[in-house]
């Protein structure tokens, strides 16, 4: 629901123009805030990626500029809520059980990451707002830092490179190609969607599967 208030709200602004007077320095500051600080869940990163990226294919934006600065920015801010939630995680493991937390949610939590964390790092970037939280919920269930590296810098690649090179490629490419921004990014949504999904509903029909052999 909240992803779909967010898309409704681009749909009422402009992303380009918005992308223009945001400039490097603005730019780098929304990546680093959507990513790194809790409140940045509300900014749109993946329409003004690719913004930028038309941008820099009509010579507003230098791409050999825009790319790294983006990339770092994605990066740092992971780094940061990281940090943030391994200071929460440690703060709550030593608070007792209440009605709002209990310690076994932190435990499931870092198994989850154990086995899972690098596929829901990688593929979380592309969902507004799970992407914000994400890096906060690894640092509380204790992801190792290492293997947390690893992984967000190959996101950072991914989503700010992927997306502003999309822009700057159909950029010049196709005209007009700023009319389409929205479904560009629902589409870039959906399809970073499909896979946890496919997963769900493999195990849905597997655990189902599996009660019909114990039923019979």
Not at 17 to 41: Q, R, S, V, W
Not at 79 to 106: E, Q
Not at 182 to 194: E, H, V
Request: charged residues 15%; contains cysteine; positive net charge.
């Amino acid at each position: 629901m909240l992803v779909l208030k967010m898309l409704d709200f681009l749909n009422h602004i402009d992303v380009v123009k918005l992308t223009k007077t945001a400039g490097y320095i603005g730019l780098t500051l929304i990546i680093f805030c959507e990513t790194g600080l809790f409140l940045g869940f509300f900014l749109p990163g993946d329409s003004l990626l690719f913004a930028a990226g038309l941008l820099a294919a009509q010579n507003i934006f230098n791409i050999f500029i825009l790319v790294p600065i983006l990339i770092a920015a994605a990066f740092l801010g992971y780094t940061i809520a990281y940090w943030f939630g391994d200071k929460i995680g440690h703060w709550l493991l030593s608070r007792p059980d209440n009605i709002w937390f209990k310690r076994k949610y932190l435990i499931e939590a870092h198994q989850f990451y154990e086995k899972h964390g690098g596929k829901a790092l990688l593929l979380g970037r592309w969902v507004p707002i799970v992407r914000t939280f994400l890096p906060i919920v690894a640092g509380m269930a204790e992801m190792t830092h290492r293997r947390y590296t690893f992984f967000n810098i190959i996101g950072a690649f991914l989503w700010c490179g992927g997306i502003t090179l999309a822009g700057f490629f159909l950029g010049g490419m196709i005209s007009n190609v700023d009319r389409y921004i929205l479904p560009i990014i629902l589409g870039i949504i959906f399809i970073s969607l499909l896979p946890p999904i496919i997963h769900c509903l493999r195990v849905k029909f597997s655990s189902k599967s599996h009660k019909l052999d114990i039923d019979s």
